[in-house]
Nanobody, 115 residues
Framework: QVQLVESGGGLVQPGGSLRLSCAAS????????MGWYRQAPGKQRELVAA???????NYADSVKGRFTTSRDNAKTTVYLQMNSLKPEDTAVYYC?????????WGQGTQVTVSS
């Protein structure tokens, strides 16, 4: 069974940091570009970070310089380090392939940035 499981979300104060993880199973992980997506209440899901199978990255302008994505192919896991968090980063965060596969959306992990 192909599955992506996100973890690491939580409540953090503005300016704080969180590290999200996404563990893949049943997927030939190393051949895929992976993406981190988020969906805030009342908004469409958006791509915030992507990493190719070779490790090249790109970021949405709103998170550039604050978020860093990385991957460990041996562990079939992708990470999102989020620093200098802002209230507008509050959302459910998902990982998926990039571009996303409809069959791989998981439950996501909630990130809430609030004082």
């Amino acid at each position: 069974q192909v599955q992506l499981v996100e973890s690491g979300g939580g409540l953090v104060q503005p300016g704080g940091s969180l590290r999200l993880s996404c563990a893949a199973s049943g997927l030939w992980f190393r051949i895929y570009a992976m993406g981190w997506y988020r969906q805030a209440p009342g908004k469409q899901r958006e791509l915030v970070a992507a990493i190719t199978n070779g490790g090249s990255t790109n970021y949405a302008d709103s998170v550039k310089g604050r978020f860093t994505t990385s991957r460990d192919n041996a562990k079939t896991t992708v990470y999102l380090q989020m620093n200098s968090l802002k209230p507008e980063d509050t959302a459910v965060y998902y990982c998926n392939t990039h571009p996303p596969r409809a069959d791989l959306w998981g439950q996501g992990t909630q990130v809430t940035v609030s004082s």
